[in-house]
């Protein structure tokens, strides 16, 4: 499995109640992306399979509604050109619990 942390993401809620969540753009397509989710501090997204992005340090304020909510917006940026590559619809799956360790290279 090839984890990555994102190191700048962002969560914004639509007036519609839809999360869209903002990373940097990948190199190649997303497959079967699920995001796995607690209600706390941390969630995966499972981008392919074999590549999950950590989300760490979730707002409080949002992880009782981004919890109840059955997907979210993902929006690739190009950061280089500040477009957006790709977007997507990703379900969330509500999960017991996540454990994030992640050592340093």
Do not use: C
């Not at 919890?67 to 017991?96: C, G, H, M, W």
């Amino acid at each position: 499995m090839n984890w990555l942390k994102e190191k700048t993401y962002y969560i914004q809620r639509t007036q519609e109640g839809i999360f869209l969540i903002f990373i940097s753009a990948r190199k190649d397509n997303a497959i079967h992306a699920i995001i796995q989710y607690d209600g706390g501090d941390h969630a995966l997204f499972l981008r392919k399979p074999m590549e999950a992005i950590v989300l760490d340090y979730i707002n409080p304020t949002i992880h009782e509604t981004l919890l109840k909510s059955p997907f979210a917006e993902l929006v690739e940026i190009d950061t280089s050109i500040d477009e957006v590559e790709r977007n997507y619809k990703v379900p969330i799956k509500q999960v017991p619990h996540i454990t994030v360790i992640l050592g340093k290279k």
